[in-house]
């Protein structure tokens, strides 16, 4: 499972290296929608929605986002890998689909934290 990880860093990292302005987007996108979204819950002196205050709901919502980014990062591995035809070689590969798949997923949460 070890080798499984490192392998997933190992090809994460060659897709950072070739999509830089991916990366960098992505980076400014996110941040600019979490900034919108905290000064503007920090701007009103009180905000009470459902009984949480301003910090408590930031932080559902970046939980929130983290597990939306893992399951998007999931269904886009399982179509990557059905469009380029090794999914087959996946699951009869010695180590499983399910390894790489939940090392995929591990990965893609260390990264979103």
Sequence with gaps: MLNILKLTCLKYWWNIKNNKFKLFSTIIMNTII????FLGMKSEKTIELLGLDYATL???????????????SMSKLITNESKEGTLEIL???????????LSNIALNIIICI
């Design 91 to 101: 699951y009869t590969s010695p180590y499983g689909f399910i390894k790489i798949l």
């Design 58 to 72: 930031f932080i559902i919502y970046i939980i929130i986002w983290i597990i939306l980014n893992t399951f998007f």
């Design 34 to 37: 979490l900034l919108a979204f």
